[in-house]
């Protein structure tokens, strides 16, 4: 298990050097300039602007800006925004729980429904259940996000008035944070209503990123399904006389599990994605929103370090999703 | 001491909670995040609405919904007859915010002015680089740095600026957000410490409302401050609720989650209007937006040419399918509710058969150009490329044919000022300070290759616009002011657009919001009934 683990971490740091690099260049290949994007529409001097340039030190060759930022970073020094002023780690670290919370309630709602949507689609299959769900499945992989939170905010928020329109909490609410989990923070403040005002305000932010994933989830595990269910084992186990559920629940979905806990490791990058338009249209404080700001601003320090932080966590996730494998696995250790 | 600190932070937070339950409250859906608190090193509209309108005041302000001037943190001032010398005298006994992060020991004194312009203007100011690359871009760009020979202490409460050459907008600059007024005393106190960020993170001004916590991206709050020299206000706490979407906004609008916002899309104003719970108020922005030829290319050289493109331009057209009903064709280059507003100048009229006529007469046929269109969606343009698509229809039928680009937002300006630039160019302006010459220096001859985008330099208008800025009598500068827009019409460097309307929703709850002309949001005097 160690080698196994070894070997996997070893693939890993060319990977982050790969996207290093690869985060240091998109954002200076992308037409535009930090200090003319900062400037304003007022502009700037062409004394000041060649006096800044020179103070960030874009103006030497891309290899040693790159040195130098990958050296920083390796003493766990991700710059300091050129926008706020405020260093990278710091924004992020306070950020970043808002967008985890998002995307932990998402994957949640994703997991519980998409796997059970997908085993009685399997189950019943070519059935009307099947049909139903596989088309809202593909209606929901293709729906595009922006459109769909707007959406669920006229009909849920605007129309029926069931949910909050944005935002994290009430702003009757006001405790400074202790976890940066709002659900948690709010239990801890001790205000009544708080905990209810904080659940509210995430039901239809995490529908709306839960949707791609679940679609998947319940797809990938119709088709597992559907392809253990036509094993022999499964036939021997049913010739046997065990009860249907136990011959699904037992034989066929644990051995269907393995693509699926593939699949859930893969949507934690489209968590990450789908929550940059999701953040942005709930008003959530999170790093997609952050990076958005950041790419529209062209600010430098936050857009290579924060591509990097992010690609580093989703690389993590899938290090763990892949020793979770060879846990349920043992064969693919071995391989 | 953390403990202690912690306790403190509860303290606050217990005692803001603890205010809730009867306080007053207004909640303001702001359209984006601010960079900082310190009102001097950004330049966005909303940073000035999070920072210096609310937490901060200047030495002279701008009277509620006008943008005549009016005494501020100095109660009277004196000008030297040569323009030179501007002599302020203080207001006594004003306070900075008492805060859990910040105890001033002393009253507002001409120490905190001087090093309020100081440490954007002298580089060996140990302020001038607390942020790592402010350019200070609001102080440079108002011209400051040239303009500025002196600041003296007088006296405790006297304060003499000494300047270089005569400025006439220098009273109206000094209302500007960048000129807003710090605490010396508070920078002396976090440098001690080490913590100079906590300047622009933890603000201390002596505004109507003081900082009480940001949630980055998410929650701004302000408590009003009991010692603000103009009155405590009538609500106690304000709120901005940061969303950046204008249909979201608009949503949290509606379902009571806010009481006013910034910036409606056009598309959902009238909706808002409907709305028996809303109100929405409305007024001209002080904005152009205009197409600018490049004058020294040809044929673009020739007024003509430049009448006759003028003259097949369906401005109506603009307005309704671009404006949707939110604003006027735009005559002059300054919008006519800005004094010295040339009320007798008749616009170019929309008649395509004379253009084309006039475009033989001057011998330019199959005339083939660029039209450019910005990226981005701005109050006096909300969207360029859908004007530009406009006019590359209306310039076809008088055998025009016009080639639309677009470039990136900065790099787009960049090319822009490009003196061989390639076709007409879209851009606009927002007042800063109401000074009718804070928008006609944009076509002077010290702004090419800034922001004179029709790289055109009249002598007859240079020498208007020279003599307006040395003038002080107000009659006289709207006289030369009138005459400077004459002389542009005539020449056409610009196709003149629109001026845009700025609307503002908001509950019908709050009232004494007045809305300002040069695009401030401020929530002095505003109150809430429940």
Same mark, same amino acid.
């Given at each position: 298990m160690l080698r196994y683990l070894l070997h996997k971490l070893a693939l890993i740091i060319p990977t982050v050097f790969g996207i290093s690099l690869a985060a240091f260049a998109f954002v200076r290949l992308l037409p535009g300039d930090p200090i003319l994007a900062l400037a304003g529409e007022r502009g700037v001097s062409p004394e000041r602007y060649a006096e800044l340039i020179e103070r960030f030190g874009y103006n030497r060759p891309y290899v040693v800006q790159y040195l130098e930022y990958i050296g920083r970073v390796l003493t766990g020094d991700f710059g300091i925004s050129?926008? *706020?002023? !405020?260093p990278v780690l710091g924004e992020f670290q306070a950020l970043f729980p808002a967008t985890l919370e998002l995307a932990t309630i998402a994957l949640i709602i994703a997991v519980l429904i998409g796997i059970p949507a997908g085993i009685f689609a399997a189950v019943k299959r070519g059935s009307w259940f099947d049909q139903a769900t596989m088309g809202v499945a593909l209606t929901g992989y293709s729906m595009p996000i922006f459109w769909w939170g707007l959406l669920l905010i006229i009909f849920?928020?605007? #129309?029926?008035?069931? %949910?909050?329109?944005?935002? !994290? @909490?009430?702003?009757q609410y006001f405790f400074r944070p202790t976890t940066g989990f709002m659900l948690i923070d709010s239990l801890i403040s001790g205000k009544s209503g708080a905990f209810r005002s904080a659940a509210s305000h995430l039901i239809l932010p995490a529908i709306v990123l839960a949707t791609i994933p679940l679609a998947v989830i319940a797809r990938q595990t119709r088709s597992a399904m559907l392809e253990v269910l036509g094993e022999d084992y499964v036939r021997t186990a049913r010739a046997k006389g065990l009860a249907p559920r136990r011959v699904i629940g037992l034989h066929a979905f644990r051995n269907a599990l393995i693509p699926v806990v593939t699949t859930i490791g893969l949507q934690v990058g489209t968590l990450m994605a789908g929550a940059i338009l999701t953040e942005t249209i709930f008003s959530w404080p999170g790093i997609g929103k952050w990076m958005i700001d950041a790419i529209a601003k062209r600010d430098y320090v936050v857009v290579q370090s924060g591509l990097l932080i992010i690609a580093l966590i989703v690389m993590a996730v899938n290090l763990i999703v892949d020793v979770l494998y060879a846990v349920i696995n043992p064969r693919i250790r071995v391989q | 001491m953390k403990k202690k600190l912690t306790f403190a932070a509860a303290l606050l937070a217990a005692s803001v909670l603890g205010g809730m339950a009867n306080a007053k409250q207004l909640v303001y859906c702001s359209e984006a995040s601010p960079a900082?608190? +310190?009102?001097?090193?950004w330049s966005g509209g909303n940073d000035f609405d999070a920072s210096s309108r609310t937490i901060y005041s200047r030495l002279v302000e701008f009277e509620h919904g006008k943008t005549t001037i009016k005494p501020g943190l100095a109660e009277s001032w004196t000008v030297s007859d040569d323009g030179l010398e501007y002599t302020f005298k203080l207001r006594p006994g004003v306070k900075f915010q008492t805060t859990d992060y910040f105890t001033p020991t002393r009253d507002l004194n001409a120490d905190d002015v001087i090093f309020s312009f100081e440490r954007q203007w002298k580089?060996? $100011?140990?302020?001038?680089d607390y942020l790592a690359g402010t350019g200070w871009e609001y102080f440079a760009g108002m011209g400051f740095p040239d303009l500025l020979k002196e600041i003296v202490k007088? +006296?405790?409460?006297t304060v003499k600026f000494v300047l270089n050459k005569p400025e006439v907008a220098f009273l109206p600059d000094l209302g500007m957000d960048f000129a807003s007024i710090v605490s010396k005393e508070y920078a002396d106190q976090l440098d001690k410490a080490g913590t100079r960020q906590q300047f622009t993170q933890k603000p201390i001004g002596t505004g109507p409302f003081q900082f009480v916590d940001y949630q980055v991206d998410a929650v701004i709050r302000y408590a009003a401050w009991d010692g603000y020299y103009g009155g405590r206000q009538k609500i106690d706490d304000l709120i901005f609720a940061i969303t950046t979407d204008p249909a979201v906004r608009a949503q949290k609008l509606k379902a009571g989650e806010c009481d006013i916002m910034s910036y409606p899309a056009p598309a959902d104003i009238a909706g808002l209007q409907a709305d028996p719970n809303l109100k929405v108020d409305e007024q001209e922005g002080l904005n152009i937006g205009y197409m600018a030829y490049n004058t020294t290319q040809a044929p673009f050289d020739k007024v003509e040419v430049r009448k006759a493109l003028n003259m097949a331009v369906n401005k109506q057209a603009i307005l309704d399918a671009v404006y949707q009903g939110a604003g006027q064709a735009a005559i $002059?280059? @300054?919008?006519? %509710?800005?004094?010295? #507003? $040339?009320?007798d100048i008749k616009d170019d009229p929309y008649d395509p058969d004379a253009a084309k006529k006039m475009l033989a007469d001057a011998g330019v046929t199959d005339l083939s150009m660029k039209i450019w269109a910005m990226p981005v969606s701005r109050? #006096?343009?909300?969207n360029a490329k859908r004007v530009a698509e406009l006019i590359q229809a209306d310039y076809a039928k008088i055998g025009v044919k016009a080639e639309i680009v677009s470039y990136e937002w900065t790099e787009y300006r960049e090319r822009g000022k490009?003196?061989?630039?390639?076709g007409a160019f879209q851009l606009g302006w927002t007042g800063?300070?109401?000074?009718p010459d804070n928008f006609l220096f944009?076509?002077?001859? +010290? /702004? @090419?290759?800034?922001?004179?985008y029709a790289i055109w330099c009249n002598q007859e208008f240079e020498a208007l616009l020279q003599k307006g800025k040395a003038t002080t009598d107000v009659a006289e500068r709207t006289k030369i002011y009138e005459e400077a827009q004459v002389v542009f019409k005539r020449e /056409?460097?610009?196709? *003149?657009i629109a001026h845009s309307k700025v609307f503002m929703p908001m509950n019908?709850?709050?009232?004494g919001f007045v809305m300002d002309p040069l695009g401030i949001h401020r929530f002095d005097g505003v109150d809430v009934t429940e």
């Amino acid at each position: 298990m160690l080698r196994y683990l070894l070997h996997k971490l070893a693939l890993i740091i060319p990977t982050v050097f790969g996207i290093s690099l690869a985060a240091f260049a998109f954002v200076r290949l992308l037409p535009g300039d930090p200090i003319l994007a900062l400037a304003g529409e007022r502009g700037v001097s062409p004394e000041r602007y060649a006096e800044l340039i020179e103070r960030f030190g874009y103006n030497r060759p891309y290899v040693v800006q790159y040195l130098e930022y990958i050296g920083r970073v390796l003493t766990g020094d991700f710059g300091i925004s050129l926008a *706020t002023k !405020r260093p990278v780690l710091g924004e992020f670290q306070a950020l970043f729980p808002a967008t985890l919370e998002l995307a932990t309630i998402a994957l949640i709602i994703a997991v519980l429904i998409g796997i059970p949507a997908g085993i009685f689609a399997a189950v019943k299959r070519g059935s009307w259940f099947d049909q139903a769900t596989m088309g809202v499945a593909l209606t929901g992989y293709s729906m595009p996000i922006f459109w769909w939170g707007l959406l669920l905010i006229i009909f849920f928020s605007g #129309y029926l008035g069931w %949910t909050p329109v944005s935002g !994290r @909490i009430g702003l009757q609410y006001f405790f400074r944070p202790t976890t940066g989990f709002m659900l948690i923070d709010s239990l801890i403040s001790g205000k009544s209503g708080a905990f209810r005002s904080a659940a509210s305000h995430l039901i239809l932010p995490a529908i709306v990123l839960a949707t791609i994933p679940l679609a998947v989830i319940a797809r990938q595990t119709r088709s597992a399904m559907l392809e253990v269910l036509g094993e022999d084992y499964v036939r021997t186990a049913r010739a046997k006389g065990l009860a249907p559920r136990r011959v699904i629940g037992l034989h066929a979905f644990r051995n269907a599990l393995i693509p699926v806990v593939t699949t859930i490791g893969l949507q934690v990058g489209t968590l990450m994605a789908g929550a940059i338009l999701t953040e942005t249209i709930f008003s959530w404080p999170g790093i997609g929103k952050w990076m958005i700001d950041a790419i529209a601003k062209r600010d430098y320090v936050v857009v290579q370090s924060g591509l990097l932080i992010i690609a580093l966590i989703v690389m993590a996730v899938n290090l763990i999703v892949d020793v979770l494998y060879a846990v349920i696995n043992p064969r693919i250790r071995v391989q | 001491m953390k403990k202690k600190l912690t306790f403190a932070a509860a303290l606050l937070a217990a005692s803001v909670l603890g205010g809730m339950a009867n306080a007053k409250q207004l909640v303001y859906c702001s359209e984006a995040s601010p960079a900082g608190f +310190d009102p001097s090193p950004w330049s966005g509209g909303n940073d000035f609405d999070a920072s210096s309108r609310t937490i901060y005041s200047r030495l002279v302000e701008f009277e509620h919904g006008k943008t005549t001037i009016k005494p501020g943190l100095a109660e009277s001032w004196t000008v030297s007859d040569d323009g030179l010398e501007y002599t302020f005298k203080l207001r006594p006994g004003v306070k900075f915010q008492t805060t859990d992060y910040f105890t001033p020991t002393r009253d507002l004194n001409a120490d905190d002015v001087i090093f309020s312009f100081e440490r954007q203007w002298k580089k060996e $100011n140990p302020w001038f680089d607390y942020l790592a690359g402010t350019g200070w871009e609001y102080f440079a760009g108002m011209g400051f740095p040239d303009l500025l020979k002196e600041i003296v202490k007088v +006296d405790d409460l006297t304060v003499k600026f000494v300047l270089n050459k005569p400025e006439v907008a220098f009273l109206p600059d000094l209302g500007m957000d960048f000129a807003s007024i710090v605490s010396k005393e508070y920078a002396d106190q976090l440098d001690k410490a080490g913590t100079r960020q906590q300047f622009t993170q933890k603000p201390i001004g002596t505004g109507p409302f003081q900082f009480v916590d940001y949630q980055v991206d998410a929650v701004i709050r302000y408590a009003a401050w009991d010692g603000y020299y103009g009155g405590r206000q009538k609500i106690d706490d304000l709120i901005f609720a940061i969303t950046t979407d204008p249909a979201v906004r608009a949503q949290k609008l509606k379902a009571g989650e806010c009481d006013i916002m910034s910036y409606p899309a056009p598309a959902d104003i009238a909706g808002l209007q409907a709305d028996p719970n809303l109100k929405v108020d409305e007024q001209e922005g002080l904005n152009i937006g205009y197409m600018a030829y490049n004058t020294t290319q040809a044929p673009f050289d020739k007024v003509e040419v430049r009448k006759a493109l003028n003259m097949a331009v369906n401005k109506q057209a603009i307005l309704d399918a671009v404006y949707q009903g939110a604003g006027q064709a735009a005559i $002059n280059p @300054i919008p006519p %509710t800005m004094w010295s #507003y $040339n009320k007798d100048i008749k616009d170019d009229p929309y008649d395509p058969d004379a253009a084309k006529k006039m475009l033989a007469d001057a011998g330019v046929t199959d005339l083939s150009m660029k039209i450019w269109a910005m990226p981005v969606s701005r109050p #006096y343009n909300p969207n360029a490329k859908r004007v530009a698509e406009l006019i590359q229809a209306d310039y076809a039928k008088i055998g025009v044919k016009a080639e639309i680009v677009s470039y990136e937002w900065t790099e787009y300006r960049e090319r822009g000022k490009q003196k061989d630039r390639d076709g007409a160019f879209q851009l606009g302006w927002t007042g800063d300070n109401g000074d009718p010459d804070n928008f006609l220096f944009l076509l002077g001859c +010290d /702004a @090419i290759g800034q922001s004179n985008y029709a790289i055109w330099c009249n002598q007859e208008f240079e020498a208007l616009l020279q003599k307006g800025k040395a003038t002080t009598d107000v009659a006289e500068r709207t006289k030369i002011y009138e005459e400077a827009q004459v002389v542009f019409k005539r020449e /056409a460097p610009w196709l *003149t657009i629109a001026h845009s309307k700025v609307f503002m929703p908001m509950n019908k709850k709050v009232s004494g919001f007045v809305m300002d002309p040069l695009g401030i949001h401020r929530f002095d005097g505003v109150d809430v009934t429940e």
